[in-house]
C-alpha cells in the first residue's frame, strides 16, 4: 500500500479532502463535457491557495535575521496580492449565492429544488462534487399519521391509474389514427343547468361552489371568500392584497383603468315568437311604450341594450326584483329575421336578460312561471356557465381593448361593419360619450396570438382633424345602418371558440414566424365571438364602463391580455374585486345593488346576514372596548340607542318584530331546485323597495299621498359640514318649529330641539364676509397670529394662547353643553343609511341611505312645505353616538 500522504507537506493546503483531487496535467485521457469544468476548478483553486514560506530561512544558528524575516514576509504579501487579483477575476461563489437576497433559504445548500431552474444543473454539479447531503423528497419517510395516510393513499390511487391504464390498452379504445374530444356540454331548456365539471385535481374544492374562469389567477393576487362561505355560490375576489383604494379612485376616474371579472352575473336566454316575448318581458317590468314602438325599433333589432328594473305581480301588485340588462339578437332589418334562420317555421328570435346573481332564481322562477302561459311557447335556457362577462372602466379603458380584441378578419375588405366600427374608436377616454347603450358585435381572434399586446397607436390629442372626424362618427353612428354577429347567441358557434388550441402548439408557431411578426391565423383557429356593451352613469362628468360578453372558457385568455397591456399613460390597467365595484359605484353617486336596496328580497337578505356579521364582531370585543348601547346618553333624559346598533332595524320603525339574530338566514340564491316547479318560499319581507321615478313623481305632484307605511326609496346623502356616516347610521328629519311645537298639545314632552337650531348650522353660500386681516385687531382678538410673524415668535404665541384657553374636558360637563344640538326623537326617525364614507371624487362626506317614504310625505304635510329647500335637509347620526350631522338627501 502507498504510504499515507501528510497535509501538512504541502503549502498552502488547507487540510480539506472533500473535493475531488484536480487532473495532474492537461494531457490527461479524460472525456466529455465535465473536461472544462475540471479545469476551472484546477483554475479556481490555484487562486485560492497562498503561497507561504517557512520560519526556518529567517534564522541562522537560533537567531533571527532580519533582512531574511523581512524579505520571506515581503514575499508572503505579494503572494496574498497576486492571490486577490486571481481570485477576483474568478468565480468564487456557490449556485445557490447567485440568488436574490430575498430568495436565499437556507435549504438551499444542500435541495436542489430551492433554487431557480436555471441554476439548478449547477447545483447539483457543485454538490456532487463536494460530496454534499442532499434530500430527495420521493425517499422520504412521512413522520406523521396525516403524512403516511397520504402516502399510502397516493400509493393506492398510482396502483389504481396503473390497471386502468393497462385496461384501456388492452380494449383498444383507441384505434390508430383516431381521436376522440370531449362531447359538446349539453343545456337542457326551461330546466337549470349544472357548473362545468373541473377537472379531478380541484374537484373536492368546488363541491359547494363555482370557480370563475379567472380564479387561479386571482387566488394569488386577491381576497378570496372563504372556502366554506362562498357568495352567491361562486368564489369571488373581494379585494387586492395591496392597498388599492386610493390607486382605484385615480385609475377609475383621472388615468388607467380599471377591469373586474363579472362572469358571476346571470344569463337567461329566451326563445320564441315576437308576440310571446313581448308580452313576457311586459309581465316582467319592461313596459315603457317607447320600447314596443317605432322609437324602439334599434332595441329589438339588437343594436342598443336596455336597463332597467324587473318585478313580478303579488296579488296584483309589482313587486320589484333587481336591475337587469335586456338585449335581443341582432337581426336583418327588411326581413325581421335572424340571418342564420331560414327555416318555414315561424321566425323565433332570442333574447338575452341578465341579472344579479342574488335574484337569479327569483327571475327564473318567475319567467318560467310566465312562458308557460305564453302561446306559442317560450323557451327558455340557463346560460349562466355558458357565457362569461368583463367589465373594465376608466380613460383607458378603450385603448385597452383596443389593444387586446382583434377582429377575425383583418382586411378591409371582409372585416365585420361593428369591427370597423371599434377600430375606430381610438382616442375616446370615456365611454360614456358613446351612444346612450350602445352595442357592438362581431368576433375576434385568439388573444394569446398577439400576446404581449402592444400599444395602440393613439391620436394626437392636439390634431383638430381626428377629434372633429371621432365626433363626427360618434354622433352618426354607422353601426345603426348595420347587423351585428348574432354567433354569441348561437350554441354550436360558442361550443366552436372554446375548442381552442394548446399553448404549446401557439408557442411553436411563434418560434417559426419572424421575428417581429405574429403568427398567421389557420384554419383550426375558430373565431371567438364577442358582444360589447356600455353604460352611462347618471353623473354626466363620471366615467362610463364597457361591459365585453364572451364564452366562458375564453374569459381567461382575454383576461391575461387584458392585465399585461401597457397603457400609454404608464403601467397595466388595475384589477378589482367587490370592495373596488362598491367603491366606483358610490364615487359615481350610484347605488350598488343588493348592498343599497333593502327593500327587495335580495338585498334583505344581505341586510340579515351583515347583522349577524357585525353582532359576532360586537361580541368579541371586550366589555371596555365596545359601546354599551343600553347607556347611550342621547340627552332629555333619553338613554339606549334606537333598535339594535349594530343593524338598520326597519323593524323597529314599523313597529314590527324583529327577526333573531341566529345567524341562520337562508340566501334562496345559494340553494339550486332541482326544477323549476317549485320556485322559492316567498319571504315576508317588512319592506318594500319603490322605484325613483315614482317617488320623484309623489314628490314633485301637488297633492302629496300618503303612500305605504313600508314603501322605502333610495336616496343619496351629502353631509353640509365635516364627518362621515357610516352604515347603520339613523337619519332624522328635521323637528318642529318653535311656533309649531308650542302650538302642539298632544304630544309628551317638549321637543329636545327645534328646527330654528338645525338650520343655524347650514352654511351660507352667499352674503358670506370676508375674513379679516391677520394684522388687523379684530384678527388678533380672535386670538390668529399674523402671517408674517417669525417662528419663534410664533411658537411662543401659540403656547401662550393655549395656557390661557384651555380646551374644554373631555367628556364635555352636561351643564356647559357641547354646542351640538340633539338629535330629534324616535318619531322622527326615517330611516337608515346602507353605505357611508369619506368620498374622495366630492372631497367630502357622502352616503346611501333608505328612507320611508311615508315619514317623508307626512313631514312635508306637517311643515307645509312640498318637497322645498328646507323639506330635502335631514339629520344623520352614526349608531353608538348622539352628536348628529346635518345633510341634504336627493332621489337617485
Not at 250 to 260: F, K, L, M
Not at 319 to 337: E, K
Not at 479 to 497: C, W, Y
Request: a positive charge; charged letters at 25%.
Amino acid at each position: 500500500m502507498p504510504p499515507k500522504k501528510n497535509p501538512a507537506d504541502f503549502a498552502g493546503s488547507s487540510g480539506n479532502k472533500k473535493r475531488k483531487e484536480p487532473p495532474q496535467s492537461s494531457s490527461s485521457n479524460q472525456k466529455g463535457p465535465d473536461k472544462g469544468r475540471d479545469f476551472k476548478r484546477v483554475k479556481v483553486n490555484d487562486a485560492r491557495s497562498i503561497l507561504k514560506q517557512t520560519s526556518d530561512a529567517a534564522l541562522k544558528n537560533g537567531d533571527l535575521d532580519v533582512q531574511s524575516f523581512l524579505k520571506s514576509r515581503e514575499f508572503e504579501i505579494k503572494a496574498l496580492q497576486n492571490g486577490i487579483k486571481k481570485s477576483k477575476g474568478g468565480r468564487t461563489s456557490r449556485a445557490f449565492q447567485q440568488v436574490p437576497r430575498d430568495m436565499r433559504r437556507r435549504t438551499a445548500s444542500h435541495n436542489v429544488k430551492r433554487v431557480p431552474k436555471r441554476l439548478q444543473k449547477r447545483a447539483a454539479k457543485e454538490m456532487k462534487d463536494d460530496k454534499t447531503p442532499t434530500v430527495d423528497p420521493s425517499k422520504r419517510k412521512p413522520r406523521t399519521s396525516r403524512g403516511r395516510l397520504r402516502a399510502e393513499t397516493a400509493k393506492r390511487l398510482g396502483m389504481l391509474a396503473a390497471k386502468k391504464k393497462a385496461m384501456k390498452g388492452k380494449s383498444g379504445d383507441k384505434v390508430a389514427g383516431i381521436e376522440t374530444r370531449p362531447a359538446r356540454p349539453k343545456i337542457r331548456k326551461n330546466k337549470l343547468n349544472e357548473p362545468p365539471k373541473p377537472k379531478s385535481k380541484f374537484r373536492k374544492r368546488q363541491i359547494h361552489k363555482t370557480w370563475l374562469p379567472t380564479h387561479m389567477w386571482h387566488a394569488k393576487r386577491a381576497r378570496m371568500t372563504e372556502p366554506k362561505n362562498p357568495l352567491w355560490r361562486f368564489s369571488i375576489p373581494l379585494t387586492s392584497t395591496e392597498k388599492s383604494y386610493r390607486p382605484t379612485h385615480r385609475a377609475g376616474g383621472a388615468r388607467g383603468a380599471v377591469a373586474w371579472d363579472m362572469s358571476y352575473m346571470s344569463t337567461i336566454q329566451l326563445e320564441g315568437p315576437t308576440t310571446s316575448l313581448e308580452k313576457l318581458l311586459k309581465a316582467m317590468g319592461v313596459t315603457e311604450k317607447w320600447l314596443w314602438e317605432e322609437k324602439g325599433t334599434k332595441w329589438r333589432h339588437g343594436k342598443r341594450t336596455w336597463s332597467g328594473w324587473l318585478s313580478r305581480n303579488i296579488t296584483d301588485k309589482p313587486v320589484l326584483i333587481g336591475p337587469s340588462s335586456i338585449f335581443w339578437c341582432p337581426t336583418d332589418q327588411q326581413t325581421g329575421d335572424e340571418p342564420a334562420n331560414k327555416t318555414k317555421k315561424p321566425p323565433s328570435f332570442r333574447v338575452f336578460v341578465r341579472i344579479h346573481p342574488s335574484a337569479f332564481l327569483e327571475t327564473w322562477a318567475e319567467i318560467f312561471r310566465l312562458s308557460k302561459l305564453q302561446r306559442p311557447t317560450i323557451h327558455i335556457e340557463d346560460l349562466r356557465f355558458e357565457i362569461g362577462s368583463i367589465d373594465i372602466t376608466g380613460p383607458g379603458s378603450t385603448e385597452t381593448l383596443l389593444g387586446i380584441l382583434h377582429p377575425y378578419n383583418q382586411s378591409e375588405d371582409n372585416m365585420e361593419p361593428h369591427a370597423k366600427t371599434f377600430r375606430s374608436l381610438a382616442g375616446v377616454t370615456n365611454p360614456g360619450s358613446l351612444p346612450l347603450n350602445s352595442l357592438l358585435a362581431f368576433s375576434i381572434m385568439d388573444p394569446r396570438l398577439r400576446y404581449p399586446p402592444r400599444p395602440v397607436k393613439m391620436p394626437n390629442t392636439s390634431d383638430e382633424e381626428a377629434n372633429f372626424a371621432l365626433f363626427d362618427m360618434l354622433s352618426a353612428w354607422p353601426v345603426d345602418s348595420s347587423t351585428g354577429s348574432p354567433a354569441l347567441f348561437d350554441r354550436d358557434t360558442r361550443f366552436k371558440a372554446t375548442r381552442l388550441p394548446a399553448q404549446k402548439s401557439l408557442n411553436r408557431r411563434k418560434a417559426l414566424s419572424q421575428p417581429g411578426d405574429y403568427p398567421s391565423i389557420q384554419a383550426t383557429d375558430f373565431p371567438i365571438p364577442i358582444m360589447l356593451l356600455t353604460s352611462r352613469p347618471a353623473a354626466p362628468s363620471a366615467q362610463g364602463t364597457w361591459t365585453l360578453l364572451a364564452p366562458w372558457k375564453c374569459i381567461l385568455p382575454i383576461w391575461y391580455g387584458l392585465v399585461h397591456y401597457p397603457l400609454l399613460s404608464g403601467g397595466n390597467p388595475r384589477f378589482g374585486g367587490l370592495q373596488e365595484l362598491r367603491q366606483i359605484h358610490f364615487e359615481q353617486g350610484v347605488p350598488w345593488f343588493p348592498v343599497d336596496f333593502p327593500g327587495t328580497k335580495s338585498g334583505f337578505i344581505w341586510e340579515t346576514e351583515e347583522r349577524v356579521k357585525r353582532k359576532k364582531e360586537w361580541e368579541k370585543r371586550p366589555k371596555g372596548k365596545r359601546v354599551e348601547w343600553d347607556s347611550l346618553d342621547l340627552g332629555e333624559g333619553r338613554k339606549g340607542e334606537i333598535g339594535q346598533g349594530w343593524a338598520c332595524d326597519f323593524e323597529r320603525v314599523l313597529g314590527v318584530m324583529s327577526l333573531p339574530d341566529s345567524g341562520k338566514s337562508v340566501d334562496t340564491s345559494q340553494d339550486t331546485p332541482k326544477t323549476p316547479e317549485s320556485p322559492p318560499k316567498e319571504a315576508q319581507l317588512p319592506i318594500e323597495h319603490v322605484h325613483k321615478d315614482f317617488f320623484s313623481s309623489l314628490l314633485s305632484s301637488p297633492k302629496l299621498e300618503l303612500p305605504s307605511p313600508s314603501a322605502v326609496a333610495t336616496v343619496r346623502i351629502i353631509l353640509t359640514s365635516r364627518g362621515i356616516a357610516s352604515p347603520c347610521a339613523r337619519i332624522y328629519r328635521l323637528p318642529l318649529s318653535k311656533s309649531s311645537q308650542d302650538s302642539s298639545m298632544t304630544r309628551s314632552n317638549a321637543q329636545a330641539t327645534t328646527r330654528e337650531q338645525w338650520l343655524s348650522l347650514l352654511p351660507s353660500t352667499s352674503n358670506s364676509k370676508p375674513l379679516p386681516n391677520p394684522n388687523s385687531k379684530a384678527a388678533k382678538n380672535l386670538g390668529r397670529i399674523p402671517l408674517n410673524t417669525p417662528l419663534p415668535q410664533r411658537v411662543r404665541l401659540l403656547a401662550q394662547s393655549l395656557l390661557q384657553q384651555p380646551p374644554l374636558p373631555y367628556p364635555a360637563n352636561k351643564e356647559e353643553g357641547d354646542g351640538n344640538p340633539l338629535v330629534p326623537d324616535e318619531e322622527d326617525l326615517i330611516g337608515f343609511v346602507t353605505t357611508g364614507e369619506f368620498n374622495l371624487a366630492e372631497g367630502k362626506g357622502v352616503a346611501v341611505g333608505t328612507v320611508f317614504l311615508s315619514k317623508i310625505i307626512e313631514g312635508f304635510r306637517r311643515d307645509g312645505m312640498k318637497g322645498g329647500k328646507d323639506g330635502r335637509l335631514c339629520i344623520v347620526r352614526n349608531a353608538g353616538e348622539k352628536i348628529g350631522r346635518l345633510a341634504r338627501w336627493e332621489v337617485v
